[in-house]
């Protein structure tokens, strides 16, 4: 996998007949918010003849729009004047701190503790998952725009979430037995070569860790490089691996991102799906509805159908979430209803496994089920799939509607409370 460096990325954005406008937004968006793209990228998915219009393009190359106005113009003014790069980390960060890093409670309520101290780089919310930020995955193939994990990339070790021993993971787990499902997260787990990705698989495989039922690995590797399974190095070892888990009696799911059905297309990522499934380990599905990318009910009508050709199970249409570029990517919930809505109506049953519109919200994920009219109030129908307070899960609450309304925060309670006699989380 190669890469593409500021400089040689000019050269080949000027090939492709970029202007010196859209080069210099990319320099300026870029020392704000993370840039990483690669040759399967550049050449397997992007239509140049399209660009920039091209959703692929979209997703993955910077937008001035990513940033506010005014950040956007600090940060151009102090690149112009050639500021010493002291000068320049200093504004990112303050950039970076006003874009919301860690939404949603990540640090504040999600963060466990093993012997009194922080573990920084799991993450415990719900009583049955917990999950793990291998401190050797925290980087991707490639970076999307929307990406909620975006603090992730920007080299500020305060921000970034990483866990450097697998002992910490299964002395965690040691002493809690609700826990059945690790979810590898990052960045990306499967950018790790697999001698190091089994340094932290195969301790979970130990009768001690019985009460561990289900492996997940979040993963953009089939949709930016797919020779991870196919032609890498180490492909047949990282397939071995997941055989292994699978004897072992584990589930093995791969969390796809699959943000586009472009990224479905190519014969390689098709290879290695075959590969993939072969182990025994199901692939599902997952990415957020975005401006400018998959804002259409058409879009994820084929991707869904496509999908399910392949073998791969539609899981989640998540909600962009409350950070990093939103207001560039961000879709009003109501109009993330009506696509969700639309979409499936394209679709067989099949298909229709996908959940959605769901905000990955501090209470929990709540799912955004239709709208109504309840004693003369326009609200939102949510419920929560999973939630802090187990009790919630499942329970139909409402919103006052809000067409312009993006994320959970933007609500307010419909018939005067969101669960009477009961707190939200």
Known sequence: MRSY??????????????????????????????????????????DWSAVPDDPIFQLTFPHRDMLSPDIYASIAALLDAEAPREVMRKAAAEAQVRLNPH????LEANVPRLGGRPLTGLQHKYPETVLVFPSQGQTCHAYCGYCFRWAQFVGDADLRQALRDPADLTGYLTGQPRVTDVLFTGGDPLIMKTPVLRRWVEPLLDPAMEQVR??????????????????????????????????????????????????LDTPLVRRALERLRATGAVVRSQAPLVRHINDDAGVWARMWQRQVELGVVPYYMFVERDTGARNFFGVPLAEALGIYTDAVRQVSGLARSARGPVMSAFPGKVQVDGVTDIAGERVFILRLLQARDPALVGRPFFAAFDPAAEWFDDLRPALGSWFPGRALP
């Not at 937004?25 to 020392?31: A, F, K, P």
């Not at 490089?225 to 180490?234: A, K």
């Open 5 to 46: 460096s500021h400089e040689r990325l000019a050269v080949l954005a000027r090939d492709r007949g970029l202007s010196e406008t859209q080069l210099r937004d990319l320099r300026v968006v870029s020392t704000v918010l993370p840039f990483k793209v690669n040759d399967y990228v550049v050449d397997q998915l992007i």
């Open 103 to 106: 939404p949603g409670g990540q």
């Open 214 to 263: 289900t492996l997940r690995f979040g993963t953009k590797a089939l949709s930016y490089w797919p020779d991870r399974f196919v032609g890498d190095s180490d492909a047949d070892d990282l397939l071995r691996l997941f055989e292994r888990c699978v004897a072992a009696g584990r589930h093995v799911a791969v969390m796809a991102h699959f943000s586009h059905p472009r990224e």
